[in-house]
């Protein structure tokens, strides 16, 4: 269960830390920062040590190291933690440490074929990474009439690398996303997921909103065997119609009757005008010991491919929009009924213009809500949530609004995706703070200035404010500017496989 109060007699333990020999030197000292550790409590003007990936000691007293970095009137944080990135590119990541993001994790849908996946990005990545398995991937290869062709995909992904334009055809085919999984495949189902899970994945993926051809039945065995393997599971629900939380209600009643771990993925988007009800429950579901949270991202805009299930007949009455709210990513054009359908047939990218500022108030300030970016692959013009997530909720939301206190906004950013992760990803134990022993993933900022930059018309821009970020206790950005050959990332795995 996520623990949502922090202990504040760790704060105590921590500056005794401070005492040190007088002799010992650190690779790099932090020095004079603000340093808030949200699981602590602590938020003092202290000194932090660094030897090679790990944080040695934080503490009052004066400290030296082979490096020295001045952080007077900034904030020292431990990395940002994002639950629910799209874009692994360097491009992407580029954006994502300008953001103060140190690990970035796919686990709306997971990854098919995770193995080869991790393999791609070890020794390339930025950030720290990870992801669920994929359910789509599961249940596609799941049924009869596929088995042949996903022998075939997965001989393209070996040829030709997740580029493979046949392995990328796949995931919109909309046959399959339309074929209920028979009883008798889902052995077939759960093997894919054990193989998944063997193989490093943190959890299930399960973007059930955009498969509407999954029944409750098979909702019902994949959150039975998730609990089965007490891991959780990352459920984008299905789109509600109106006002309506059906798809919320769902997921809900399934993870508490079978004891599954639930993440609600971009409660935003899915609740709308319903989120005050959406919100009640998830608090409901917690007081009586079920492990239910929830993300939000702080836009009003929603971002997804135009071929989905989302936007089949009927999506105006479901979604409250109509062909003026989407926003065509490649050219910023805003569409028509004649551009909807032609670009439904090609498929590509729209942003959604769906919500209200109030909905996306009330998601951030719910103590059980954390912040996730739903970060979209690069492109010039995608969703600005792919830059400046992070920045946008500590410069709006924190400084200009004063929605949330400082603290307890980072902790959505950082301790409380840590607590998410570490029954099933035991590394996880060692993100998400800013203590003795920890992870290196530092994010250094400045308060007053913090805020993101990118736009819906302009497209994508770096977010200001952040100085510098440390990834497994490399710089990867410096003085405001990206380190350009850094690459500390590390797989974050599941239980099975337990690296970094």
């Known amino acids: 269960m996520i623990r949502l109060i922090a202990r504040g007699a760790l704060v105590l333990q921590l500056v005794i830390a401070g005492t040190v020999s007088g002799a010992e030197i650190f690779d790099l000292v932090i020095l004079d920062g603000r340093v808030i550790d949200p699981e602590s409590e602590l938020d003092a003007v202290l000194n932090v040590g660094i ?38 590119s360097t491009e992407a990541q580029r954006y994502q440490v300008r953001d103060g993001i140190t690990t970035a994790l796919e686990l709306e849908s997971g990854v098919a074929e995770i193995a080869n996946w991790l393999d791609s990005l070890t020794g390339h990545s930025i950030v720290n990474f990870g992801a669920s398995a994929d359910h789509f991937w599961a249940r596609y290869g799941a049924m009869s009439a596929n088995r042949a062709e996903v022998s075939e995909l997965q001989q393209s992904l070996n040829r030709h690398g997740r580029q493979s334009p046949q392995f990328r055809r796949w995931r919109f085919d909309r046959a399959s996303r339309r074929k209920t999984l028979e009883p008798t495949e889902y052995a077939a189902m759960r093997k894919q997921h054990v193989r998944a899970l063997d193989a490093g994945a943190v959890g299930i993926g399960f973007p059930v ?148 500022e109030d909905w996306i108030e009330q998601a951030i300030s719910a103590p059980e809500v954390m912040i996730a970016s739903d970060g979209m692959r690069y492109a010039p013009l995608a969703h ?105 990332g590390r797989p974050l795995l599941g239980e099975a496989t337990s690296g970094m």
Do not use: C
């Open 209 to 356: 909103g955009y498969h509407p051809a999954v029944d409750s039945r098979e909702v019902s065995e994949l959150f039975r065997f998730a609990a089965d393997r007490e891991v959780p599971v990352f459920v984008h629900v299905r789109m509600p119609d109106g006002a309506d939380l059906l798809g919320v209600q769902e997921v809900l009643a399934t993870a508490m009757a079978h004891g599954t771990p639930l993440q609600l993925v971009h409660i935003n988007s899915v609740s709308r005008g319903s989120i005050d009800v959406a919100l009640a429950l998830i608090a409901g579901a917690r007081e009586r010991g079920h492990d239910v949270t929830a993300e939000v991202y702080p836009y009003t805009a929603a971002s997804t491919n135009i071929a989905t299930a989302i936007f089949d007949t009927g999506w105006q009455d479901r979604t409250g929009m109509g062909y003026g709210d989407l926003q065509w990513q490649a050219t910023g054009e805003r569409l028509t009924e004649e551009t909807f359908n032609r670009f439904r047939e090609t498929g590509g990218v729209v942003i959604a213009h769906m919500m209200r």
């Open 51 to 88: 030897v090679d990936d790990r944080i040695e000691i934080v503490t009052d007293r004066p400290i030296e190291g082979r490096a020295a970095l001045d952080a007077r009137g900034l904030v020292v944080s431990p990395g940002f933690i994002d639950l629910h990135v799209h874009g692994f």
């Open 384 to 488: 600005p949530r792919t830059a400046g997530t992070f920045s946008r909720v500590l410069g709006r939301y924190v400084r200009e609004r004063s929605l949330i206190p400082l603290r307890q906004a980072l902790a959505k950013m950082t301790w409380l995706p840590a607590q998410r992760l570490e029954t099933v990803a035991p590394a996880a134990a060692r993100k998400g703070r800013l203590q003795a022993g920890m992870d290196a993933d530092i994010v250094i900022f400045d308060p007053d200035t913090i805020i993101d930059t990118a736009t819906y018309t302009d497209g994508l821009s770096y977010s200001r404010g952040i100085h510098h970020v440390l990834v497994n206790g490399e710089f990867v950005v410096r003085n405001g500017e990206n380190v350009p050959d850094a690459r500390p």
